[in-house]
Structures are given as structure tokens and as C-alpha cells.
């Protein structure tokens, strides 16, 4: 069965400075990997996708992800941080061309100016 | 271009009612999905039509049944609500063009059941 870790529930990061929320995942096949922003009381935003090629892939408002095959983990990154990145960020698997999508439980990212 | 619409926003049952969830996207997309959002535990799928005239169970579909009216609208009902399915419910669309693997996610509607 596919599943998704995000091993922190909120991550702090001054503005300006790089940020990282952590995903790995566990799955039989090739994974489809997303990421996927929620700001309050709104519904899912996509950022970015892994599905074939090259293992960094960019997305949306400067973000950028990393796929590592050999420790199953799709990173979320972001060279300098925002205050308006404060945030729910969700990672999620597929298996089937974006059919079926497992959550992880979400990371709270707090940006502080 | 609305992208994907849920209605209603909020709602309030008792026990034992019944109520429908409505979902419309105007994005000519093959597949839609429901979701539920839980305090800690992300995003889990109910139920998912990969085409018009097709459902499928998701990871969660106990007490819920839904319809592809058409292409651009499928429904979740609750027939008889428990306090358990009190959550945030969540519609996405994806379409079918290549490399368009990403979802398309609607505002929610948030269920309180008392």
C-alpha cells in the first residue's frame, strides 16, 4: 500500500532564509509525487510534481523539489522564505497517473519577518 | 472560469439526517474526486469517477454514496449523518491532456454533525 511521511508537524523559519519540509514516501511501483499548498480556510493549491526525468523539478511561487529514489523522499524547498509562504503544505503519492492520491498529514510552515 | 465549485460552504446536521454535496467543474475534466480533511491525518479519498459513468471507492467510503450526474458534476451524499463524518469535504477535478497528472481542488464545504 502507498503512504506518505511528513516527518515534522510545523516547521519555523525566518524570512529570508532557505526552508525545507520533509516527505517521504513508501510505495510498490513509480511514484507520481505532488505538493500541494493550503492557505486558512481555503482548498488545496497545486505547486509541483515529480513524474519522470530529471530529480529536481520547480513549481510554483519560487518552490523546488527534490526526488531522491534511493531514499524515497521528495523534499520541499525554497531558497530565500516569504511571510506570505506561512502555510499547510500536503505531499502526496500516486501510483496511478494522479488517480488515487495519499495525504501525508501536513506540515505547518511558519515564516516570521 | 470558476475551476471547481462546492456548495454549500457550511452546514449543520443532526444524527440521522440526510444531505448532498454538490461539485461542478467547468474545466472539461475527465476525473473527479471527494475527499474528506481531518485535523492530523491529511487528505483521504472517498470516492473517485475516472471517467463520466464510472465510480469508484476511495480509502474512506462507509456512509457515503455519490453520482456522476455528467461531466461536469458529481455529488457525495451522507444518507443518515453520524457525528464521525464531521469533517471538511473537499471536490478535485484532473484532466486527461499528457503530463496533467495534478488535481484541481474546490473551497471545501465544512460539515459539523451534532
Known amino acids: 500500500a502507498q503512504s506518505v511521511a511528513q516527518p515534522e508537524d510545523q516547521v519555523n523559519v525566518a524570512e529570508g532564509n532557505p526552508l525545507t519540509v520533509k516527505c517521504t514516501y513508501s510505495?510498490?511501483?513509480?511514484?507520481?509525487l505532488f505538493w500541494y499548498v493550503q492557505y486558512p480556510n481555503r482548498g488545496l493549491q497545486f505547486l509541483l510534481k515529480y513524474i519522470t526525468g530529471d530529480n529536481l523539478v520547480k513549481g510554483s511561487y519560487g518552490f523546488e523539489a527534490e526526488f531522491n529514489k534511493s531514499q524515497t523522499s521528495f523534499h520541499l524547498k525554497k531558497p530565500s522564505a516569504l511571510v506570505s509562504d506561512s502555510a499547510l503544505y500536503f505531499c502526496a503519492v500516486s501510483l496511478e497517473y494522479g488517480n488515487k492520491l495519499v495525504f501525508g498529514a501536513g506540515t505547518i510552515l511558519r515564516v516570521k519577518s | 472560469n470558476a475551476g471547481v465549485t462546492q456548495t454549500p460552504k457550511f452546514q449543520v446536521l443532526k444524527t440521522g439526517q440526510s444531505m448532498t454535496l454538490q461539485c461542478a467543474q467547468d474545466m472539461n475534466h475527465n476525473s473527479m474526486y471527494w475527499y474528506r480533511q481531518d485535523p492530523g491525518m491529511g487528505l483521504r479519498l472517498i470516492y473517485y469517477s475516472a471517467s463520466e459513468g464510472t465510480t469508484d471507492k476511495g480509502e474512506v467510503p462507509n456512509g457515503y454514496n455519490v453520482s456522476r450526474l455528467n461531466k461536469r458534476e458529481f455529488s457525495l451524499r451522507l444518507e443518515s449523518a453520524a457525528p464521525s463524518q464531521t469533517s471538511v469535504y473537499f471536490c478535485a477535478s484532473r484532466g486527461l491532456a499528457v503530463n496533467s497528472y495534478e488535481q484541481y481542488f474546490g473551497p471545501g464545504t465544512r460539515l459539523t454533525v451534532t
Open positions: 510505495v510498490s511501483g513509480n511514484p507520481y
